[in-house]
C-alpha cells in the first residue's frame, strides 16, 4: 500500500507530464490562450488559493506585466499597483532567494497591500527560464492552510521554471511578431509612396511630354505642306520616328501607373496586360477569371502589380509556348494562379532569386494580407505563382 507521500508523488509527476505535454505541443502563437489554465493546474496541484509568475524586469514604472490565477472566491491583485509596492517587488525578486511570510512578517504586510483581504502567508520562490534567472512565483492562501514547506518550494520551483520558460518563449515570438509588423507597415509606406511618386511622374510624361510632342507633331504637319517631294519623305521618316516615341512614352506612362485598372476594373486590366505581352510572343493564353469582386480597393493595385511583375518574368525568361491565368474563389480567400509551360528554374536559384521582382511580390503580398507561392514544374519545367489573399468581409456571402 502506497503512503500519502508516494501518491502525492506521483500524482506530481503525472501533471507535470500533462503540463509539459500542453505547453510543449501548443502552438507559440497560441500560447497566451492557454497559458491561464495551465497555470490554474499548477495552482491546483500545489494546493494553494493563488498563484502568480512574476518576471525580473527593471521596466516596472512603465508596464509590470505577470500571469496570475485565483481560485473561487479568492481576491485577485489589483490593477494597478504603486510603483513602490512594484519596487519592493522587484527587488526581492532581484536577489534569487526564498522570501516565506512565516519567517517573514514584512512579506506578508506587504503582501496585504496587493487586495483588500488580508492573506494568511505569502512565498517568493526564485524561478529560471532555460537556465537564467527569470523572476518569481508567487503563492498566496487566504482559505487553505497550507505550509510553504521544502517539499511545496521544491515543486513550485520545477512547475514555475517550466511556466517560466513557455511565457520566455511566447514573449520572444510576439517580440518578433512585432518587428514583423513593423517591417510590413515601413515597407506599406515606402511602397505607397514609391506608388505616389510614380503616380506624379506618370503624369507630367502623359501630359508635358505628351502634349509636347503632339505639339511637335502638328508643327512637322505644317513644315510638311511648304516642302517638295523628296523632303517631304525625309520628312515622313522622322514623323514616323516621333510616333514611335509617342507610342513607347504612353506605354511607359501606363506602366508608371495603370490607370486602366480603375477604368475597365482589375480582372479586364489583368487581361489586358496578359494579352498585349502574348500578343507577338506565339503564346497560347488561357484565361478563366472569376466575374465576383474579391478584392478591396486596397488591394486593387498590389494585385495587379503582381500580375504584371508575374507575367513580365514569363516574357523575360521562361520561353513558354502556354500560359494560363486563373482567378478563383475558395471560401473566404480568393487565389490567383499564373503558369507557364517554360523552362521554369532551379529551386535554389529561386530562394535567392531577388533579380526576378520576386521580394517585390512577397511584400505586396504581405501588404494585402496574402501569401504567394512559387512552383517549378516537373524536371524543372513550368513555373506557377499562386497568389492567396483574404476576401473582404463585406464581400463574403
Given at each position: 500500500?502506497?503512503?500519502?507521500?508516494d501518491?502525492?508523488?506521483?500524482?506530481?509527476?503525472?501533471?507535470?507530464?500533462?503540463?509539459?505535454?500542453?505547453?510543449?505541443?501548443?502552438?507559440?502563437?497560441?500560447?497566451?490562450?492557454?497559458?491561464?489554465?495551465?497555470?490554474?493546474?499548477?495552482?491546483?496541484?500545489l494546493?494553494?488559493?493563488?498563484?502568480?509568475?512574476?518576471?525580473?524586469?527593471?521596466?516596472i514604472?512603465?508596464?509590470?506585466?505577470?500571469?496570475?490565477?485565483?481560485?473561487?472566491?479568492i481576491?485577485?491583485?489589483?490593477?494597478?499597483?504603486?510603483?513602490?509596492?512594484?519596487?519592493?517587488?522587484q527587488?526581492?525578486i532581484h536577489?534569487?532567494?526564498?522570501?516565506?511570510?512565516?519567517?517573514?512578517?514584512?512579506?506578508?504586510?506587504?503582501?496585504?497591500?496587493?487586495q483588500?483581504?488580508?492573506?494568511?502567508?505569502?512565498?517568493?520562490?526564485?524561478?529560471?527560464?532555460?537556465?537564467?534567472?527569470?523572476?518569481?512565483?508567487?503563492?498566496?492562501?487566504?482559505?487553505t492552510?497550507?505550509?510553504?514547506?521544502?517539499?511545496?518550494?521544491?515543486?513550485?520551483?520545477?512547475?514555475?521554471?517550466?511556466?517560466a520558460?513557455?511565457?520566455e518563449?511566447?514573449?520572444?515570438?510576439q517580440?518578433?511578431?512585432?518587428?514583423?509588423?513593423?517591417?510590413?507597415?515601413?515597407?506599406?509606406?515606402?511602397?505607397?509612396?514609391?506608388?505616389?511618386?510614380l503616380?506624379?511622374?506618370?503624369?507630367?510624361?502623359?501630359?508635358?511630354?505628351?502634349?509636347?510632342?503632339?505639339?511637335?507633331?502638328?508643327?512637322?504637319?505644317?513644315?510638311?505642306?511648304?516642302?517638295?517631294?523628296e523632303?517631304?519623305?525625309?520628312?515622313?521618316?522622322?514623323?514616323?520616328?516621333?510616333?514611335?516615341?509617342?507610342?513607347?512614352?504612353?506605354?511607359?506612362?501606363?506602366?508608371?501607373?495603370?490607370?486602366?485598372?480603375?477604368?475597365v476594373?482589375?480582372?479586364?486590366?489583368?487581361?489586358?496586360?496578359?494579352?498585349?505581352?502574348?500578343?507577338?510572343?506565339?503564346?497560347?493564353?488561357?484565361?478563366?477569371?472569376?466575374?465576383?469582386?474579391?478584392?478591396?480597393?486596397?488591394?486593387?493595385?498590389?494585385?495587379?502589380?503582381?500580375?504584371?511583375?508575374?507575367?513580365?518574368?514569363?516574357?523575360?525568361h521562361?520561353h513558354a509556348?502556354?500560359?494560363?491565368?486563373?482567378?478563383?474563389?475558395?471560401?473566404?480567400?480568393?487565389?490567383?494562379?499564373?503558369?507557364?509551360?517554360?523552362?521554369?528554374?532551379?529551386?535554389d536559384?529561386?530562394?535567392?532569386?531577388?533579380?526576378?521582382?520576386?521580394?517585390?511580390?512577397?511584400e505586396?503580398?504581405?501588404?494585402?494580407?496574402?501569401?504567394?507561392?512559387?512552383?517549378?514544374?516537373?524536371?524543372?519545367?513550368?513555373?506557377?505563382?499562386?497568389?492567396?489573399?483574404?476576401?473582404?468581409?463585406?464581400?463574403?456571402?
Open positions: 500500500m502506497k503512503n500519502q507521500d501518491y502525492d508523488f506521483a500524482q506530481f509527476n503525472q501533471t507535470l507530464l500533462s503540463i509539459s505535454t500542453q505547453l510543449l505541443d501548443t502552438p507559440t502563437s497560441s500560447l497566451a490562450e492557454v497559458m491561464n489554465s495551465v497555470l490554474d493546474e499548477c495552482r491546483e496541484l494546493g494553494v488559493d493563488r498563484i502568480s509568475c512574476l518576471p525580473n524586469t527593471k521596466y514604472a512603465q508596464e509590470w506585466s505577470f500571469y496570475a490565477v485565483s481560485g473561487k472566491n481576491p485577485h491583485v489589483r490593477p494597478n499597483l504603486s510603483y513602490e509596492i512594484k519596487a519592493r517587488y527587488a526581492m536577489s534569487s532567494e526564498v522570501f516565506n511570510s512565516d519567517d517573514d512578517l514584512q512579506l506578508l504586510e506587504l503582501a496585504c497591500q496587493l483588500q483581504q488580508k492573506p494568511l502567508n505569502h512565498i517568493l520562490i526564485p524561478i529560471q527560464a532555460m537556465g537564467k534567472p527569470w523572476g518569481a512565483l508567487a503563492a498566496a492562501n487566504f482559505v492552510h497550507k505550509a510553504f514547506d521544502e517539499h511545496f518550494i521544491r515543486c513550485s520551483t520545477i512547475l514555475g521554471n517550466i511556466m520558460s513557455s511565457i518563449r511566447l514573449r520572444h515570438y517580440e518578433l511578431s512585432h518587428q514583423k509588423e513593423k517591417v510590413v507597415a515601413l515597407n506599406k509606406r515606402l511602397i505607397e509612396d514609391r506608388e505616389k511618386q503616380k506624379v511622374i506618370a503624369r507630367d510624361l502623359h501630359d508635358d511630354f505628351g502634349q509636347r510632342l503632339a505639339s511637335l507633331n502638328l508643327e512637322l504637319g505644317f513644315i510638311n505642306t511648304q516642302l517638295d517631294n523632303s517631304q519623305k525625309a520628312l515622313y521618316d522622322v514623323a514616323a520616328k516621333l510616333s514611335d516615341i509617342t507610342r513607347d512614352l504612353q506605354h511607359l506612362s501606363r506602366h508608371l501607373h495603370p490607370a486602366i485598372i480603375d477604368k476594373g482589375l480582372y479586364a486590366a489583368i487581361e489586358a496586360e496578359a494579352k498585349k505581352m502574348t500578343l507577338h510572343k506565339n503564346i497560347l493564353l488561357s484565361l478563366n477569371l472569376s466575374k465576383e469582386i474579391l478584392y478591396s480597393e486596397g488591394q486593387k493595385l498590389h494585385i495587379y502589380r503582381i500580375s504584371q511583375e508575374a507575367l513580365a518574368n514569363v516574357m523575360r521562361s509556348t502556354a500560359l494560363s491565368i486563373c482567378l478563383n474563389r475558395e471560401g473566404k480567400f480568393a487565389k490567383l494562379t499564373i503558369e507557364d509551360n517554360g523552362k521554369g528554374m532551379a529551386q536559384a529561386l530562394a535567392n532569386s531577388s533579380s526576378l521582382g520576386i521580394e517585390s511580390m512577397l505586396r503580398a504581405a501588404l494585402i494580407g496574402g501569401t504567394i507561392d512559387f512552383t517549378v514544374g516537373h524536371h524543372q519545367c513550368g513555373f506557377s505563382v499562386k497568389l492567396v489573399w483574404p476576401i473582404p468581409e463585406d464581400m463574403i456571402n
